[in-house]
């Protein structure tokens, strides 16, 4: 499948500070969904974004898919403690999907 | 619903013994996959099966085998394990429009 590159690989943040993910295609995506993974756990979905465009929000988390399709990001508005994990995007198109590498979200109290 | 569940947890094998990792989803989703994550390496896919009875190889499928049972089960072998094949195992299965749902996953160690 295609690539999909996502930036930064480690991310710092003190709590209450914002915190953005980037997930980047050199091809045009056909979706692209988002998972978080926390300490020890497993990925969980999400949202998915479909439309060129398109902005979702889930209370502090707000997901977006590039006019292009080769670009999304995950903001999260004034971070708290329980936001800790890796997030990852999951994205690409007819040749099939992959993961991102993960942004590590580390929250320092 | 339990969802997607992997059995064991946890595993420490010595180089060259083999293992079945197991896999079986009650969400009748068609599609199923075995990825392993490794730090800095996020998760890489190994194997996936589009339907009961086809499997596919993914990014990194030296060293393992896989066998879908049936709609339900999807298992991974390691026939001679290696320290390199120390990883966490997800299984995940795929509702329509590409959402997985993984399992808690196997810990494996390789000594």
């Known amino acids: 499948g295609q690539q999909v590159m996502q930036i930064p690989q480690y991310q710092h943040v003190q709590e209450g500070e914002d915190f953005t993910t980037y997930c980047n295609s050199s091809?045009?995506?056909?979706?692209i969904q988002w998972y978080k993974q926390r300490p020890g756990g497993h990925p969980v979905f999400l949202i998915q974004l479909v439309k060129s465009g398109e902005v979702k929000k889930q209370k502090r988390l707000t997901f977006q898919f590039g006019e292009a399709k080769k670009n999304s990001s995950l903001h999260i508005t004034a971070t708290q403690t329980t936001d800790v994990g890796t997030y990852f995007c999951?994205?690409?198109?007819?040749?099939?999907?992959?993961f991102g590498k993960g942004t590590h979200l580390i929250i320092q109290p | 619903n339990a969802g997607v569940t992997q059995t064991p947890k946890f595993q420490v094998l010595k180089t060259g013994q083999s293992m079945t990792l197991q896999c079986a989803q009650d969400m009748n989703h068609n599609s199923m996959y075995w990825y392993r994550q490794d730090p800095g390496m996020g998760l890489r896919l190994i194997y996936y099966?589009?339907?009961?009875?086809?499997?596919d190889k993914g990014e990194v499928p030296n060293g393992y085998n896989v066998s879908r049972l049936n709609k339900r089960e999807f298992s991974l072998r390691l026939e001679s394990a290696a320290p390199s094949q120390t990883s966490v195992y997800f299984c995940a299965s795929e509702r329509d429009r590409n959402i997985q749902y993984f399992g808690a996953g196997t810990r494996l160690s390789v000594l």
């Open positions: 099966s589009a339907s009961e009875g086809t499997t």
């Open positions: 999951y994205g690409g198109g007819a040749d099939g999907l992959t």
């Open positions: 091809t045009t995506l056909s979706n």
